[in-house]
């Protein structure tokens, strides 16, 4: 039973130019337990699918479940099962890291009391212990990251759906953060669903990727499955795999000019 | 569920304007100006009402500060969006109404209390007025800006960016000021004017807060306005929620 399945996602902006089909049709699923990489150059449409399936925005075709729920017919219930984080995060940086996670806390409906005490759980999980009375404005952007993290986690939800979470991100804070999210699955079990720029990322921490292009999927596999067919070899480079299958940059060098 | 939820949001946004002490206070000095240099103009003209000149203006003045005030309530939630604190919120299973209910709720208490300050200077510049109508004044600032915020929230989530939204705003309040008669009462003015400021919702408000300023409760004005404040407040807050379901998009 894969924790999401989605098929034939679909939404449609409508603008003065016409309609925009920013997701044609998305067809996926993940297991328990898995880290995703969800792989696609600018605008083919990977946080438009994040927003659908996190409830944030109602598709306009297709069907989806996430732990069990039904998008269309249950988004309480996929609320309750999955955390998200933004590419902008989303905390006020005029508020301290400690009231943001009880405010969080109680978001989710937990009783005051807990929420505090959940608030220094997570504080300690995410070493922002030393941090709970600073602005959120005031930390460095691994620590804001990591904030970001923890409110999402506040639920202990299935599903966790990171939106670009380490750009920007020096390298240290990076590599945090892939421990993070590998200690994340390997203690709780939660399924990590990622986007990211970062072919190296998705090499190092993704099970499995889906790559998308023009709002639905092209190809998808583990890493080195995925190089050996789109890439030539199992020795070929991630950058060039995802090159060979999105169709962009130059092409390979043993490939004959169809036309000119 | 809903009143926890409610409180929840208000307590933070309530915080947020008590941690900005200066803007609570700004708020309040555009209408003092007219207080100040507009309403001694005004003490020995004849405004065909009962009463001062200054239960005339007062009323005019509350409701402009609610007009100009929560109209452009939008802008906090147009930086929200940028931070994604909206959407961190909506994907939570908070109630959507709560979402903007809280936010409105706090404005209200922030224009009610600026009300309550304009209310003080004016009783020093000479306004008397009865307190039960000087507390009806301040329920119809209450109502006034829940409406007023609630339909400026639906749009700034709609418009996403500051460039759109001032120009947008301005071009609805300036008419609105100008056709309820919120500066001098439009039955001063010519029969046209007086009818077409009848198709402008303030109007009844102005005319129900004006009518209660001078002791008259149970006027034809005082039902209209409170019927109008109560079906517009309705109407409002059910866009306004809607547009946090969907979030604009």
């Known amino acids: ?260 | 569920m809903l009143i926890q939820d409610t409180a929840l949001i208000y307590g933070r946004y309530l915080r947020q304007s008590l941690r900005s002490r200066f803007a609570l206070l700004f708020g309040v000095l555009m209408p003092l100006l007219y207080l100040l240099f507009f309403g001694p103009l005004l003490t020995d003209l004849p405004l065909g009402g009962k009463g001062s000149s200054w239960q005339v203006l007062v009323p005019g003045l509350l409701l402009q500060l609610g007009l100009f005030g929560a109209s452009f309530a939008g802008f906090a939630v147009i930086i929200e969006q940028s931070q994604g604190v909206v959407d961190r919120m909506r994907v939570t299973p908070v109630s959507r109404l709560a979402l903007l209910l809280g936010r409105v709720l706090r404005e209200a208490t922030v224009f009610v209390f600026q009300a309550v300050l304009l209310v003080l200077a004016a009783l020093a510049m000479g306004l008397r007025a009865p307190l039960p109508g000087v507390l009806i004044g301040f329920a119809f600032v209450g109502l006034l800006t829940v409406s007023l915020a609630s339909l400026s929230y639906a749009l700034a989530l709609k418009v996403r960016t500051p460039q759109e939204f001032g120009p947008a705003v301005n071009a609805m309040t300036m008419p609105m000021m100008l056709l309820s008669g919120l500066m001098l009462p439009m039955t001063l003015g010519p029969r046209w004017l007086d009818v077409l400021s009848h198709f402008v919702p303030f109007r009844y408000l102005v005319d129900a807060v004006r009518d209660a300023y001078v002791g008259a409760y149970a006027t034809e004005h005082m039902l209209y306005g409170t019927v109008v404040a109560v079906l517009f407040a309705a109407l409002a807050v059910t866009v306004g929620t809607r547009v946090f379901r969907g979030a604009g998009a």
């Not at chain 1, 927003?51 to 219930?77: E, I, N």
């Open chain 1, 1 to 260: 039973m894969p924790v999401i399945s989605a098929a034939g996602l679909a939404r449609t902006f409508p603008t003065k130019r016409g309609p925009v089909e920013a997701v044609r049709s998305v067809d996926l699923t993940v297991q328990e337990g898995e880290i995703l990489g969800f792989l696609g150059p600018n605008g083919a449409g990977k946080t438009t699918t994040l927003r659908m399936l996190t409830t944030l925005l109602a598709p306009t075709g297709g069907a989806a479940t996430v732990a069990g729920h039904d998008l269309a017919t249950d988004p309480a219930g996929v609320r309750r099962a999955c955390g998200y984080v933004a590419q902008s995060g989303g905390v006020d940086p005029q508020i301290t890291v400690r009231e943001e996670l009880v405010t969080q806390g109680r978001l989710y409906r937990l009783p005051k009391a807990r929420a505090v005490e959940r608030a220094l759980e997570l504080a300690h999980d995410l070493g922002l212990t030393q941090l709970l009375d600073r602005k959120a404005g005031a930390l460095s952007g691994g620590q804001r990251r990591r904030l970001d993290i923890a409110m999402a986690l506040t639920h202990r939800p299935k599903v966790l759906f990171l939106d670009e979470p380490t750009t920007g991100l020096d390298p240290g804070s990076r590599a945090d953060l892939w421990d993070l999210v590998r200690r994340l699955r390997d203690e709780q079990g939660t399924t990590v669903f990622l986007t990211t720029h970062y072919l190296d990322e998705a090499d190092a921490l993704a099970d499995r990727l889906v790559i998308v292009d023009r709002g639905t999927v092209v190809a998808e596999g583990t890493p080195s499955a995925l190089k050996l067919r789109h890439g030539g070899s199992i020795d070929a480079t991630l950058q060039d795999t995802f090159l060979a299958i999105t169709g962009r940059g130059p092409a390979p060098a043993d490939a004959a000019p169809v036309a000119v």
